[in-house]
């Protein structure tokens, strides 16, 4: 008698490899989100020098434009790396903390400073000074890794490896 000849597909032992993010997918979100940190940092280092520059204080919008912005590309960077690393819920993740941050931006931070929409809205997309422009980036870099991290999140592959 024969014994039973290997089979293709998974080990008849152990577990299932898990889904993991489309590889491409991951690459792009990711990049996509480093961009979107690198404008959160251009961001909370204008604030850093403008706090350096005024001699009696820091404002209450600088000091949390400082505190949001270093705990924000914190974040960001630790989805970005777990969407790089082709995990599902980091992209989900990065693709939650980015529409946050839009948020944040467009509703929150008019509503906590008292500041008219239309103002704020005019204010973001003038590209005045640095630190508007960091602003308007980080809002439209952060709608697009949301997007692109939604999509590495719903694009799987069983990370099994094809066999000829």
Same mark, same amino acid.
């Given at each position: ?6 089979? +293709?597909? *998974? ?6 490899? =898990?889904?993991?993010?489309? %590889? ?10 480093? #961009?979107?940190?690198?404008? $959160? $940092?251009?961001? @909370?280092?204008?604030?850093? $020098?403008? %706090? @350096?520059?005024?001699?009696? +204080? ?17 974040? #960001?960077?630790v989805a970005a790396g777990f969407t790089f690393a082709r995990r599902i819920a980091g992209a989900w993740t990065l693709s939650a903390l980015c529409a ?14 008292? @500041?008219? *929409?239309?103002? +704020?809205?005019?204010?973001? *997309?003038?590209?005045? =000074? ?13 709608? #697009? ?6 999509? @590495? ?12």
């Amino acid at each position: 008698m024969q014994p039973n000849p290997p089979q +293709h597909g *998974f080990a008849p032992y152990g577990r299932p490899p =898990k889904p993991r993010a489309n %590889a491409g997918a991951a690459v792009v979100a990711g990049s996509l989100a480093l #961009l979107t940190v690198g404008m $959160v $940092v251009w961001f @909370t280092l204008y604030n850093v $020098v403008y %706090a @350096t520059e005024s001699a009696d +204080h820091v404002s209450g919008p600088v000091a949390q434009n400082l505190i949001g912005g270093v705990v924000g590309a914190g974040a #960001l960077a630790v989805a970005a790396g777990f969407t790089f690393a082709r995990r599902i819920a980091g992209a989900w993740t990065l693709s939650a903390l980015c529409a946050l941050y839009v948020l944040a931006i467009f509703v929150a931070a008019p509503l906590l400073w008292g @500041t008219p *929409f239309s103002v +704020h809205l005019g204010w973001i *997309f003038g590209f005045d =000074k640095s630190n508007g422009v960091a602003v308007a980036l980080t809002v439209i870099f952060a709608i #697009l890794t949301a997007i692109m991290a939604a999509i @590495t999140g719903s694009v799987r592959s069983s990370g099994e490896k094809a066999r000829g």
